[in-house]
């Protein structure tokens, strides 16, 4: 190969690794000129094969922002059909009998420590908020923490933990009460005074849902920081018998049916997928 | 550009894009071939500039494994150099003065909670481990998580959370006692017993380490499930008067001095960084 077919496979092959590593965030021609000591023109062309090439292989959207202060900005999403099939996977993996625990609760932490499984989950909660103007995750400690990591990653904004204990190592913090549904007692969570600033918008996430009181605690806490909720995802949902605290959610995961005597769990897709894109 | 060269540079695009999404995966080139519908040679030729790319950047190591059962292997790395100017930066960001918080602790979490950072954590602490075979990253609630998370995602092992409380969603769990360093108390660790299987060699990671009491209760729980502990790595440690329970760690991050009265905080790159490379 000449040397510039050479280089034009270089500067392709780190502005891949470049843009993947910086989502959502405006990249301008002059950076990536500068990287590589090439002209702006040259730039612009390998730009549009990775664009032609991320839209192709489901890898997400490049847009191109026109103008002097213009650039280009990696927005990373995934195709709903494939979404849909990690899901079905999800939903076998979930309905393996050995995840059964005592009271009906199913054992989910061995799935939310393993790496891969969370880049999926993170970007197929990141693909429905795309358009949306996003300043913070909000999770409640402990397990939902890997999910709100794993979507801030491909969201680029930071995550913040809302706590059940105080510590001391969290400064001053705002706390509420809030209803635990599953047991009907009032419990209490707060979250750092100078974690989250006012007006922030703010996208909600954790593990699992049944009534809700514990994502309803966080609408609440939301509030107190005069913060301004955008959304509410869960993993998994399970069925309800009752009122749930909260209405308007999305699940990727719906546990339907848990048997403690037949030990069988019937797990499907969420409501996420309720309504084809 | 010809048809031929359309084909490469998108195939570049979506192998870098492949590689980074799957570190420390052996990838056939088969996979490729068939993924693209080219020939093997071509894949090669390609591998070969993504390692050359790779190399120069300090993205990381393709390594490549002939024969049948081969591929290629991505491994994560950053440069000393890089990694070095990373922490110096995160020591400036450590000593703001606003970051003190009664009783001399750092106020740390709006850090471990921006996505860029974590990644930046993620990749120097897995560039330590490289060459190890390791097959879980163990970690305590809450604040160790997402730096375990991060680690995880480089060296593509799951990744394990051990509380202080036992929950009823974690089935049946093996506890220990230790030490608290700070405060002398005896405490509690428990860790879900299907999480970890024995022999398993675990890399133990955490965000904060004053006396060493929470690590060492971890190596005891390792020792528990009859597992390996191959090295431990924490955020910042700081200045510990007395007899420290562990002395075999590395540490990112040094908080040489606190002092609530003039509010200063001193903080200089950890003992990662003692010997060069």
Redo the contacts between chains.
């Keep these: 190969m000449t040397d510039s077919?050479?280089r034009?496979?270089?500067r392709?092959?780190?502005m891949?690794?470049y843009l993947?590593?910086?989502p959502h965030t405006l990249v301008s021609l002059t950076h990536f000129a500068q990287r590589y000591k090439s002209a702006k023109s040259s730039i612009s062309e390998d730009l549009a094969?990775?664009k032609?090439?991320?839209k192709?292989?489901g890898?997400g959207i490049l847009e191109t922002i026109p103008g002097a202060a213009g650039g280009v900005r990696f927005i990373p999403e995934i195709p709903y059909e494939e979404s849909k099939e990690l899901v079905k996977a999800l939903c076998e993996r979930l309905s393996e009998q050995d995840r059964l625990?005592?009271?009906g609760?199913?054992?989910?932490?061995?799935l939310l420590?393993?790496?891969?499984l969370?880049?999926q989950v993170g970007r197929i909660i990141a693909s429905k908020y795309l358009g949306e103007k996003i300043d913070a995750v909000m999770t409640v400690?402990?397990?939902g923490?890997?999910i709100a990591?794993?979507v801030?990653?491909y969201l680029?904004?930071?995550?913040?933990?809302v706590?059940r204990?105080s510590?001391?190592?969290?400064?001053s913090t705002v706390s509420v009460n809030y209803v635990s549904g599953s047991s009907e007692r009032i419990e209490k969570m707060e979250l750092?005074k100078?974690?989250l600033k006012r007006g922030s918008r703010v996208l909600v996430v954790d593990d699992?849902m049944k009534g809700g009181g514990t994502v309803n605690g966080m609408k609440s806490l939301i509030e107190e920081f005069e913060a301004e909720l955008v959304g509410i995802t869960v993993f998994a949902e399970s069925k309800f018998k009752g009122q749930r605290a909260i209405e308007d959610y999305t699940s990727l995961l719906y546990v339907e049916d848990v048997d403690t005597r037949t030990k069988t769990i019937n797990v499907v897709p969420g409501n996420y997928f309720d309504e084809e894109k």
Tied chains: 1, 2.
Excluded: C, M, W
Aim: net charge positive.
């Design positions: 077919k050479i034009r496979s270089e392709l092959i780190d891949t690794q993947l590593d910086h094969i990775i032609k090439t991320f192709q292989r890898t625990l005592p009271g609760y199913v054992y989910l932490s061995d420590g393993q790496p891969e969370l880049r400690a402990t397990k923490v890997p990591q794993a801030s990653y680029n904004v930071p995550f913040v933990i706590r204990d510590k001391i190592t969290e400064g750092s100078r974690s699992f």
